[in-house]
């Protein structure tokens, strides 16, 4: 099937024509989690809000429901913090998910904007699952949330959790007294019951739209918000998309769980992905931390361009070079972003410049952009250099422009002779892009050095802004003479 036909195969598919269209794609070598923005296609998907109060097992109960360890789970209160949203099937039938923070009455601070996000994720839900932990039974938080989800008016299924056993489905029955209808007995940690409570799930919330095809390739842009904790990724993420979409607090590490969201901006629409503050140490972090490192990993990998923010007010440290370096080394496309720009005034700018000149001289091809989340100021500057990183990221040359070009550097700057041999390039090609990728087939061994004169003249001549450059060397051995 070419590209052409599986474009043109417009109209409905059904369940086994949409995993045909797949295998076949792959086999002609998409990949798969590029046919994502396919979703763009068909009407939004109907909306699942699992609401309760802190620590009744949403999170667990979220990921048995997708069949995949993605929502950050510990045993403890408060660890979901934003709205989530994951896809999820059952029984053919398509939805979305949104795992949201434990929701309290009478609170302040981080834990009124945690409850503020779920109210949000309830207000914008077609059906509600209310999740009550049966162990504990109904309390006054769960009452006063109950009248919120009537007020909001969307249809209601009551899960009750942490039924792990006959012995405790006597108190699961307790929770018929809130007046929800029946209360389904659930252990989201081993499953049980979980079927059940999907058949009710699916009666509660309306049909998927039918799925359909159009020309759309690829679908939006995916955009990953990382650096370290408390520089601003969540403030950023609200500012470009017009509303408070996640929690923001003075709190380092406010944000546990990746956050997806659609924006558009300078008239396209892209996928933005508000990522955990990576920390100095993974490896000694623990709990919730430590799975929410792992799933900025994860983002980042699915992302195409990372946007690297750094604090200017204060001075660059290595947690910036090294999470730098970690973008650089997944291959994504990079832009730089120096937030809280407002807070500078002439002295740190003369020194930040200095430090940018100092640390991070091997990534000067990165487009930088100097901005304030708090203010929105030069905010217009961020698509721009998203799209010129991105299209340095998927930079072709041809085999005979770059053998040409190798042929004049040959020439004009050779190899350093070595042991009395000097290596010579005899010819390249570029293998690959989302990396730019180059293979060279030389004498002999390239040193690091040549190889870093060889890329820096390849961006000069092809520009290559805003992505890293993969070079690999194939040293040619030379064939003994027939006698």
């Known amino acids: 099937m070419s590209n052409e036909t599986a474009a043109a195969s417009h109209g409905e598919l059904d369940a086994a024509e949409y995993a045909e269209f797949m295998a076949l794609a792959a086999e002609e070598g998409f990949d798969p989690e590029d046919l994502d923005g396919l979703d763009g296609n068909h009407g939004p998907l109907p909306v699942l809000a699992v609401v309760g109060r802190p620590n009744v097992g949403k999170s667990t109960l979220v990921n048995r429901i997708i069949g995949r360890r993605e929502a950050v789970v510990e045993d403890k209160p408060g660890v979901t913090r934003d709205r989530v949203s994951y896809e999820a099937t059952w029984n053919g039938r398509r939805f979305k998910l949104v795992d949201t923070g434990g929701w309290e009455i009478d609170v302040l601070g981080l834990d009124a904007a945690v409850a503020a996000q779920a109210e949000v994720g309830i207000d914008n839900a077609d059906a509600v699952l209310f999740v009550v932990d049966a162990n504990v039974g109904a309390t006054d938080t769960d009452e006063a949330l109950i009248k919120l989800i009537r007020r909001a ?33 659930v252990s989201a ?4 019951g979980s079927g059940d409570l999907l058949d009710a799930v699916m009666d509660a919330l309306p049909d998927a739209p039918p799925q359909t095809f159009g020309v759309v390739e690829g679908g939006p842009r995916r955009v990953a918000l990382i650096g370290r904790p408390n520089v601003g990724k969540s403030s950023l993420l609200n500012k470009v998309a017009g509303e408070n979409r996640v929690v ?5 590490g406010t944000t546990r769980d990746p956050v997806d969201e659609l924006i558009q901006l300078g008239g396209k629409t892209w996928k933005f992905i508000d990522t955990a503050g990576i920390r100095r140490r993974v490896h000694l972090t623990s ?3 430590f799975y929410a490192s792992l799933r900025t990993s994860s983002a980042l990998d699915k992302a195409e361009v990372a946007v ?11 947690q910036d070079t090294r999470i730098i370096s970690m973008a650089v080394e997944s291959g994504r496309a990079v832009v730089i972003a120096y937030n809280k720009w407002d807070q500078m005034d002439e002295e740190r700018r003369y020194y930040l410049e200095r ?12 487009p930088r952009v100097n901005v304030s989340a708090l203010t929105g100021r030069h905010m217009e500057k961020l698509v721009p250099a998203i799209e010129t990183a991105l299209a340095g990221w998927e930079t072709r ?15 004009s700057h050779p190899h350093p002779v070595r042991g009395g041999k000097q290596p010579r390039i005899l010819f390249g090609t570029q293998a690959g892009v989302r990396p730019p990728r180059f293979v060279l087939f030389a004498s002999g061994f390239l040193e690091a050095g040549y190889r870093r004169y060889v890329e820096r003249r390849l961006r000069e001549e092809f520009g290559f802004v805003g992505t890293p450059i993969s070079i690999s060397v194939r040293v040619r051995e030379k064939r003994s003479r027939k006698k």
């Open 153 to 185: 008016g969307k249809p209601v299924v009551l899960c009750a959790n942490k039924v792990d056993g006959p012995a405790a489905e006597a108190d699961a029955a307790m929770l018929w007294s809130l007046g929800l209808g029946e209360p389904y007995a």
């Open 189 to 192: 940690l081993h499953g049980r």
């Open 248 to 252: 923001v607090n003075e709190l380092a």
């Open 287 to 289: 709990g919730a931390d």
């Open 308 to 318: 690297i923010l750094v604090d200017s007010s204060e001075p660059l440290a290595e």
């Open 355 to 366: 430090e940018i000149e100092q640390d991070l001289v091997q990534v000067q091809w990165a």
């Open 397 to 411: 040359i041809s085999t005979a422009r770059l053998n040409a070009f190798l042929g004049e550097l040959v020439a």
